[in-house]
């Protein structure tokens, strides 16, 4: 299994460009989760999914959209970047979000919006 | 906002030496969770503590939690330089519709070869 993957890895935009991230999970997991992290700081999260075709707005989504058309794919989007978005962005996914939820993180993807 | 703290924000200690991390939190909680994070890389779960637990031992890991005092420390003992990393603790939240991990801002421990 390769667990959770995210594409890109490293991504520089300019100010206003919009793009895509990609996160996919091959454990069957329900839940699925976009954080941010930055420097000196713990992960924020953006948005999160309880179930294919599911999408819920966590602590900052402002600026961010996503969709969950396949329960193995949860994607991230940015329709005019920022740079307040410079950030590293981190997917991961859990079996279910119930009391002993383990959450299962991707590698990250770095991202510079000029 | 953070739910959790994590104290201290950053901890050098020599090989073979014991290294310490606390985190406080502020709501009530069911379970509370460390993970690590190699430089660079995803979180990887360490070890999860629930509620109704004092105590709970893993390899070299040791997870106390004082939900009086809604507190909760790690301890790794007999540290190793690829012990190097940064240590999040991360407590459950109930936001209406799910139950959400909110992480601190993390430790980073430096072992020294």
């Known amino acids: 299994n390769a667990g959770v993957t995210q594409t890109p890895k490293f991504r520089v935009l300019k100010t206003g460009q919009s793009m895509t991230l990609l996160c996919a999970q091959d454990?069957?997991?329900?839940?699925m989760y976009w954080y941010r992290q930055d420097p000196g700081m713990g992960l924020r999260l953006i948005h999160y999914?309880?179930?294919?075709?599911?999408?819920a707005k966590g602590e900052v989504p402002d600026g961010y959209n996503v969709s969950r058309l396949k329960k193995q794919n949860f994607l991230l989007g940015l329709e005019s970047a920022a740079p307040s978005q410079t950030s590293v962005y981190f997917c991961?996914?859990?079996?279910?979000?119930?009391?002993?939820?383990?959450?299962?993180f991707g590698p990250g993807t770095r991202l510079t919006v000029l | 906002s953070q739910q959790g703290e994590e104290d201290p924000q950053a901890l050098s200690i020599q090989e073979g030496e014991n290294a310490t991390m606390n985190c406080s939190y502020k709501?009530?909680?069911?379970?509370l969770q460390w993970y690590r994070q190699n430089s660079g890389r995803g979180l990887v779960h360490l070890i999860l503590?629930?509620?109704?637990?004092r105590e709970k031992h893993s390899g070299r890991l040791r997870v106390t939690l004082d939900t009086s005092k809604k507190s909760s420390s790690l301890l790794i003992t007999a540290s190793r330089a690829a012990d190097t990393a940064s240590y999040f603790c991360?407590?459950?939240?109930?936001?209406?519709?799910?139950?959400?991990?909110?992480f601190g801002s993390g430790t980073q421990l430096t072992v020294l070869p």
């Open positions: 991360a407590t459950d939240a109930w936001d209406g519709s799910a139950r959400q991990l909110t």
């Open positions: 991961a996914s859990s079996v279910t979000s119930g009391r002993t939820d383990t959450q299962y």
């Open positions: 999914s309880v179930g294919e075709g599911t999408t």
């Open positions: 454990m069957n997991h329900e839940y």
């Open positions: 709501t009530s909680i069911n379970n």
């Open positions: 503590i629930r509620s109704n637990e």
